[in-house]
């Protein structure tokens, strides 16, 4: 099934569980989970067909699920729906302020929001959402261990109650220890927060059944554990910790009443968990699988209304009235945007994951053909960035403005650091070792962490060819994100003073700052222009052979029609059977502790080496 991991419901859910391979493993809390959505409510219908559910479809699944709730005899079930933070940075949905995106996400029925550290890149978006989007959720918006540096208070609240008619739950909202973050914000250390008053007073003095951990950062992340020992002085009552940050599915058991859950990014999972806190007890013949049932649920409508219709038989369509509503303001808005007009048409797909010498390498694109050409016509200068700051593949097709700034959303002024760096003293900065058999020059981008496909900085020179001199000295050009950081280190290693950054101007329009994301634009522009008949399935499907010459008398059409008839009798075959294999999606990770990000998708994989991940 495409619902995967679920472990075995408590005895006392049975009565919620209908005959059915799609059933919810009901319990008396039940966490309807979103998580690092990262501004992708449109979904990805227009590139990966199989996940094509956007928020109107999401809000139209919790209606439908809450109304099933609400229409039980006992009220021993309680359904929430929370979101773990990140909601910015992805698509042009996205701004800074995030003003066409807050008014979307308010009309979904969030019981609680945790902070992400996307929402704290930017002094602007901060100001603005603490005026505009973080009042609109009651005190449900949490951040634990962030506060507003003007005042010294939490930016939302440090926790709240959540009451419903079978549960009451003691909810906090954590970060992990995030030093990016804006000037006009704090982020506390978790390890100094849980010995805060407030904390304990919250966990001796709140009344509460179970506990549930909103916490933005890795499944197994130290960070849980310091927060699970914290409580454990108090309580040995159940607590749920529900995960992100790193864009996977996982699962892990923490001791015999705890749990933690990520359910991956990018809106291409719904995550489900469920738990009795009467079951849920220290001593309790029950496992830790057998307490907290968990789903992974693949973002399709077929999939969500097979799951509607397991649990109630009764329900067989998916969209509710504001649930459409909602999907055509989306849809709205893109089009207000500009985000709908189209670019160019890409002859192929490039891959975020694919190494950089491959041919179809997103990041040999970007760094042996666009970078090179539009930075680097002067000998003398290399260019530097982080493999973290593309976030996307670039699908074969008519590319959209919302299509580029998914590949690369953060669309940031270049700068150039440094003059006269010695390439050796430029790889010491970047932490790259050089091989022994160097002989004068190397391919940096060959230089790989263990385990990686990508090295954690992308390195672009002149010629197209990624080879650096280790004779030469180079000026050195970077993004903004990483313009301090690599500055200092360069300043350090070479033992001179830091320049001040030199913005680099268009050669084009010196009146115009040359900026990543636009860099992507202009490269499509120029050479990936569309037929005036192109679309999607003319680049995809070739065209049809020009017929052979023949004596031949033609064919008759009869056996056409009959083989056209076949033909359309073992696609649709296919169809199936491609819609039945999709339930046997990924895994959950069988050991989270050992492994890193692995999201699978139809062309998707998120792989970002760790070092270079400074944006996730």
């Not at 603005?128 to 261990?145: A, C, M, Q, R, V």
């Not at 939490?154 to 008619?165: D, E, P, T, W």
């Not at 993004?479 to 001179?496: C, F, H, Q, S, W």
Request: hydrophobic share 40%.
């Amino acid at each position: 099934l495409l619902l995967t991991s679920v472990a075995a419901a408590s005895k006392d859910d049975s009565s919620h569980v209908p005959e059915s391979g799609f059933a919810l493993p009901w319990g008396t809390v039940n966490l309807l989970v979103l998580t690092d959505v990262h501004s992708w409510i449109t979904g990805h219908e227009r590139h990966e067909s199989n996940m094509n559910v956007d928020y109107g479809d999401v809000l139209s699944f919790v209606q439908r699920l809450h109304r099933f709730v609400d229409s039980q005899q006992q009220d021993d079930m309680d359904l929430y729906l929370v979101m773990n933070g990140d909601f910015m940075d992805g698509t042009g949905l996205s701004t800074r302020p995030p003003k066409y995106l807050t008014p979307l996400l308010k009309q979904m029925p969030f019981d609680v929001i945790n902070l992400g550290n996307h929402e704290l890149y930017d002094n602007a978006t901060i100001d603005f959402i603490l005026d505009e989007f973080i009042p609109d959720w009651n005190g449900h918006y949490l951040t634990s261990n962030s506060l507003y540096e003007p005042t010294g208070e939490a930016l939302g609240n440090q926790y709240c109650i959540l009451k419903g008619r079978a549960s009451t739950i003691l909810t906090f909202g954590f970060l992990f220890n995030f030093p990016g973050h804006s000037k006009n914000t704090i982020v506390e250390n978790v390890e100094d927060v849980v010995r805060q008053s407030w904390f304990q007073h919250a966990l001796t003095n709140e009344k509460y059944d179970t506990i549930l951990v909103m916490a933005h950062m890795h499944v197994t992340d130290p960070l849980v554990q310091v927060i699970l020992d914290a409580i454990r002085q108090h309580t040995d009552c159940s607590v749920a910790f529900v995960t992100g940050h790193t864009h996977l599915r996982g699962y892990e058991v923490l001791d015999e009443n705890s749990v933690s859950f990520e359910a991956g990014r990018f809106l291409d999972t719904i995550g489900f968990m469920s738990w009795n806190p009467a079951d849920a007890a220290i001593g309790s013949p029950l496992s830790p699988e057998e307490k907290f049932p968990h789903l992974f649920i693949d973002t399709n409508r077929d999939i969500l209304t097979e799951i509607l219709h397991a649990t109630d038989n009764t329900t067989n369509t998916l969209q509710t009235m504001e649930g459409v509503r909602l999907t055509d303001k989306i849809h709205t808005t893109q089009d207000e945007m500009g985000l709908l007009e189209t670019v160019g048409c890409s002859p192929h797909v490039y891959s975020l994951s694919t190494p950089i010498d491959d041919k179809l390498s997103l990041w040999g694109l970007y760094i042996h053909q666009i970078i090179p050409e539009r930075l680097l016509q002067v000998p003398g200068k290399v260019y530097v960035e982080g493999t973290g700051s593309l976030r996307y593949d670039l699908m074969n097709g008519k590319i959209l403005v919302d299509d580029v700034i998914s590949v690369c959303p953060f669309n940031q002024t270049i700068y150039e650091i440094a003059v006269d760096v010695p390439a050796t003293k430029l790889l010491e900065a970047l932490d790259i070792k050089v091989p022994p058999s160097s002989y004068g020059a190397i391919k940096p981008n060959k230089i790989l962490p263990e385990g990686k496909q990508l090295p954690t900085w992308a390195i672009a020179t002149t010629l197209n060819t990624g080879i650096l001199d280790l004779d030469q000295h180079y000026r050195v050009l970077t993004p903004l994100y990483y313009a301090d950081y690599l500055k200092e280190r360069i300043a350090n290693v070479t033992g001179t003073p830091a320049i001040d950054p030199i913005t680099v101007r268009k050669a084009n329009n010196p009146q115009l700052n040359e900026m990543t994301t636009d860099l992507w634009k202009d490269y499509i522009k120029a050479h990936w222009k569309c037929k005036k008949s192109e679309s999607i399935l003319d680049i995809i499907d070739p065209p049809a052979p020009v017929p052979i010459q023949s004596n031949e008398p033609p064919p008759q059409e009869k056996p056409i029609v009959v083989a056209v008839f076949i033909v359309m009798i073992l696609l649709g075959l296919w169809a199936y059977q491609k819609r039945m294999t999709q339930y046997h999606s990924y895994q959950s990770i069988p050991n989270a502790k050992a492994t890193e990000t692995l999201v699978r998708r139809s062309s998707q994989v998120s792989l970002f080496a760790s070092g270079a991940d400074l944006q996730l």
